[in-house]
């Protein structure tokens, strides 16, 4: 029960905090927007349509799996700042278990992207993309399934670090090549070989994979069936909580 | 024995540096207990060791007949903290920080409120509760994290430091909490410090600090008369005379005139001053005034460490520094 409580006030906390930072909520929006909007518009005229769908409609999910990894990313890494700014000391000291304080991190942070997720799959209406009420069912546990496992990331790299220092080193070898690397900006189907295999060890790509598979419908071929695809998103998240929650056990 | 805490042989080794080096001490129920040193002599270490944040190398410690290593989560549900550096969250206001704490330490709800608002009376904060903690003075911050550490009624609180880059009137206001504190709540109280003032006037005994062991242990009043330094200087009618009668009378440790007056250095200028007094009166010689000079904890930290111990310039993280400042 106790343990229960402890879980609800550190989500509570980082609702309270998304809530509060407007220009982060702000600059959720417009990020995405350049993406599909500029960046959409101007490859999808250069490049040569496939049947049944526009390079936006394409693009759509990538740019929602784009932004609940940079979202999941970013505040999971922010446990970082709660340990240079000593709040994670009050936490820590607390008489809530390690495993409590992990997963109350998760739920919080879990629910900033998934928010910030929400608002861009909102975007969708903006730029065209057809969305039903079926799609909105379908995409919203996906969208948790996918973020649990990038948040957990996050917590484990700022588990392991003590400063901010690296965090520009995480974006370059981290976030970049997880982004770029994800098929969120072209399929993989047509890459070569020795390409392809980094995309499939990339747990993004699987995501995106998966999330294009309901918003695209039948339109969208995915590399795995889409229980399979699911099955190894699950597996994935699976393991990150199983990691994540030993790392942070060990945490000083 | 019926300590509150207790520490036995108490070490912590970082690598080739031991921190903390077998110390062992008990603090009495409803004491204020200060561990004073200089900078880096293991204080914030020891606490660290006491909260169940660190683990001790070897040697045993019990909070609250909690031992910290079989038993950390009984020990952290008897213990209130205030850390050193600011520990408090930014973006939530006064209420939040403190509403967020009794969750986390399971205080029940029927009692919450109420809590809340006897803690922030106690600290005079309740007209700022519902600001956000970025409005809060440095001052303000640190009362309001006393505030917190008391929600969850702990039995124990520890203070690292507690006053540590306030200004004299916030050090004054905190100071004044504290006694009030330990008057109105069943509660022990361990502070660290490297203020001698602090020290001397909140501390009913204190632990002297350096490289990692205890120096001295006593009441700072004890402390100061092992020094045996207190003087008696007084002005008489006839000096010369009267220093004397006190060679005579084997009160005096020394005794000297100079400039005027006779310095009578004694082991307790207070127990001694009535019958010099009384010399005085016994051969006729009329005293103009009299002046008492007792050692300062200064003096007792210098004789003990052999160095003196200098206010400020406490190493605090540059984002913790920062952050004060705004």
Redesign the interface.
């Known amino acids: 029960?106790?343990e229960l409580?402890?879980i609800?006030?550190?989500w509570?906390?980082e609702v309270?905090?998304l809530l509060?930072?407007k220009s982060r909520l702000v600059s959720s929006v417009v990020t995405p927007i350049l993406w599909l909007v500029i960046f959409g518009t101007g490859l999808g005229m250069s490049m040569a349509t496939r049947a049944g769908f526009s390079y936006q409609q394409f693009l759509f999910p990538g740019i929602i799996g784009q932004t609940l990894l940079f979202t999941a990313m970013f505040m999971g890494i922010s446990v970082i700042w709660d340990k240079?700014?000593?709040?994670m000391?009050?936490?820590?000291?607390?008489?809530?278990s390690r495993l409590s304080i992990f997963i109350g991190k998760m739920l919080g942070v879990g629910t900033n992207s998934m928010l910030q997720g929400i608002i861009v799959f909102a975007l969708g209406f903006f730029i065209g993309v057809p969305i039903s009420v079926m799609m909105i069912v379908e995409a919203i546990p996906l969208m948790i399934l996918v973020t649990i496992g990038l948040v957990c990331i996050g917590l484990i790299i700022a588990s392991v670090l003590n400063s901010l220092e690296n965090f520009g080193v995480i974006m370059t070898f981290v976030n970049m090549p997880m982004f770029f690397l994800s098929g969120a900006l072209f399929p993989v189907a047509t890459l070569p070989d020795w390409l392809k295999w980094v995309f499939y060890i990339n747990p993004l790509t699987y995501g995106v994979d998966a999330l294009r598979a309901v918003t695209m419908g039948s339109a969208w071929q995915t590399i795995l069936p889409l229980w399979q695809t699911i099955a190894v998103i699950i597996a994935f998240d699976v393991l990150m909580i199983l990691i994540g929650s030993y790392a942070f056990t060990r945490t000083? | 024995m019926s300590y509150i805490i207790e520490t036995r042989d108490l070490t912590r080794k970082f690598g080739n540096l031991t921190a903390v080096d077998n110390i062992s001490f008990g603090v009495d129920k409803g004491e204020i207990f200060g561990l004073l040193g200089p900078n880096g002599a293991g204080k914030s270490t020891t606490i660290s060791m006491l909260?169940?944040?660190?683990r001790p190398t070897s040697g045993k410690a019990t909070v609250n007949g909690f031992d910290v290593v079989k038993n950390p989560?009984q020990v952290?549900?008897s213990i209130g903290?205030v850390?050193q550096?600011?520990?408090?969250?930014?973006?939530?206001t006064g209420r939040?920080n403190l509403?967020?704490?009794g969750?986390?330490?399971?205080v029940p709800k029927a009692q919450m409120k109420e809590r809340i608002e006897s803690v922030l009376k106690l600290v005079e904060l309740e007209d700022r509760a519902d600001s956000f903690m970025n409005t809060y003075s440095s001052g303000m911050r640190r009362r309001l994290e006393i505030a917190?550490s008391l929600i969850h009624y702990p039995k124990v609180l520890f203070l690292d430091e507690p006053t540590i880059g306030l200004d004299p009137q916030s050090r004054d206001h905190i100071w004044s909490y504290i006694r009030e504190l330990i008057k109105k709540e069943d509660i022990t109280i361990i502070l660290t410090t490297h203020y001698m003032e602090e020290a001397d006037k909140l501390c009913g005994r204190i632990a002297i600090v350096d490289h990692g062991r205890i120096v001295a242990m006593d009441t700072p009043r004890n402390l100061k008369e092992q020094l045996g330094g207190e003087s008696i200087i007084l002005k008489t009618r006839n000096n010369p005379l009267y220093a004397e009668k006190i060679k005579e009378s084997g009160l005096a440790k020394g005794v000297a005139v100079a400039d005027d007056e006779v310095r009578i250095t004694v082991d307790s200028a207070h127990t001694v001053l009535p019958k010099v007094v009384d010399v005085a009166g016994k051969a006729g010689i009329y005293i103009d005034s009299i002046f008492l000079k007792e050692p300062q904890l200064d003096d007792v930290f210098m004789h003990y460490t052999g160095k003196a111990l200098r206010e400020g310039g406490k190493e605090i993280?540059p984002?913790?520094r920062m952050?004060r400042r705004a």
């Open positions: 029960m106790s409580r402890g609800y006030t550190l509570k906390r309270l905090r509060r930072e240079q700014f000593g709040f000391k009050e936490i820590l000291v607390a008489p809530v000083k | 909260c169940t944040i660190l989560s952290r549900n903290i850390f550096d600011p520990s408090i969250d930014d973006k939530l939040e509403e967020m704490h969750d986390l330490y399971g917190r993280s984002m913790a952050r």
